[in-house]
């Protein structure tokens, strides 16, 4: 389903047709787990390729996972070579994007798609962390940033890492202290516990051994 993102707009949420006219400007695309997403955008983005002629370096898909990128890309991939394929065949395809694309300007779109696809390596399809990054890289000093911080998109380590140190100082003032340290929580308690927090800071958060 998609829909204008201007809150004035009252007119009625409308099925998305991705062999219809190509969304400009700002529009949301409503779907849930399974519907098609990624079949969705890699769709759209050939679109823009073969028939709008945006070159690919200028293609922007940011997702959330490595894992989702890694699949994104190679569907775009995927999606540009069968169009390729479509493009330079007489036969008639199955697949309602490609018979789409075969219809009008057939020499020019395999032209956009070969070179798109010559060029791939230069789209930028990669999670938020990854083009925070590389935006940050770009601005260099200019954003007054720490050079040496470092964005990732996976906490599981500096967590436990977190846990670990928190546990050491405990202990440690502990002992310096003459204070009991058996109640302490084990650094699994505790890096769940911190887990759980990140993910959702409204939670209970008890550290029971």
């Not at 709008?52 to 997702?63: A, F, H, Q, S, W």
């Not at 569907?75 to 694309?101: N, Q, W």
């Not at 720490?146 to 140190?165: C, K, Y």
């Amino acid at each position: 389903m998609s829909r204008p993102t201007d809150p004035r707009d009252d007119s009625e949420i409308e099925p998305f047709d991705p062999t219809g006219a190509i969304p400009s400007g700002r529009m949301a695309i409503e779907a849930s787990a399974g519907t098609g997403k990624t079949h969705a955008l890699a769709t759209l983005a050939t679109r823009y390729i073969a028939e709008l002629g945006i070159p690919v370096r200028e293609l922007l898909i940011v997702t959330f996972t490595r894992a989702a990128a890694s699949e994104l890309k190679d569907r775009v991939r995927r999606r540009l070579v069968e169009a390729a394929e479509a493009l330079g065949s007489e036969s008639p395809p199955d697949d309602e994007l490609l018979a789409h694309l075969q219809r009008t300007d057939r020499r020019i779109r395999a032209e956009r798609v070969a070179t798109a696809l010559a060029e791939f390596d230069s789209a930028t399809i990669t999670t938020i962390h990854g083009f925070a990054t590389q935006v940050l890289g770009t601005l260099g000093s200019s954003v007054g940033t720490d050079p040496d911080a470092v964005l990732v998109d996976d906490s599981s380590e500096l967590t436990a890492q977190a846990a670990a140190d928190v546990l050491v100082a405990e202990a440690i003032r502990r002992e310096r202290t003459g204070a009991a340290s058996d109640d302490l929580p084990t650094l699994e308690t505790l890096r769940n516990a911190a887990t759980l927090v990140l993910g959702n800071p409204d939670s209970p958060h008890p550290t029971r051994r």
